[in-house]
């Protein structure tokens, strides 16, 4: 599977964007997807991810309420809508894929996407 992210960009505090992920492959349905987000001199954290079919998704107490994750398995696309941003929030967002059940943890994700930078300015 290779995974691809897109849109991120600079937002005002407050604000909002909606990260896209698209995957190759046939098998996408079959994953969790997850999104992370590193930001400089920290570790990756989780953010959101969501599973298979069905679509049960699981957030970070840091997001829930103004994220969104979501995906669309006929167009092997994940998204994250982000609302109310804040500046805590910059990073460079990573989405990934797992084939187990484990959702919480990096090294549990078998594929990565290279990232996208998220910038909230205050």
């Known amino acids: 599977v290779q995974l691809q992210a897109s849109g991120g960009g600079l937002v005002q505090a407050g604000g909002s964007l909606r990260l896209s992920c698209i995957a190759s492959?046939?098998?996408?349905?079959?994953?969790?997807m997850g999104w992370f987000r590193q930001a400089p001199g920290k570790q990756r954290e989780f953010v959101a991810a969501?599973?298979?079919?069905?679509?049960?998704?699981f957030y970070a107490d840091s997001v829930r309420g103004r994220f969104t994750i979501s995906r669309d398995n006929a167009k092997n696309m994940v998204y994250l809508q982000m609302n109310t941003l804040a500046p805590e929030d910059t990073a460079v967002y990573y989405c990934?894929?797992?084939?187990?059940?484990?959702?919480?943890?990096?090294?549990?994700?078998?594929?990565w996407g290279q990232g996208t930078q998220v910038t909230v300015s205050s």
């Open positions: 492959g046939r098998t996408f349905s079959s994953y969790v």
């Open positions: 969501i599973f298979r079919i069905g679509g049960g998704s």
């Open positions: 990934a894929a797992t084939a187990g059940s484990n959702y919480y943890t990096p090294a549990a994700y078998n594929y």
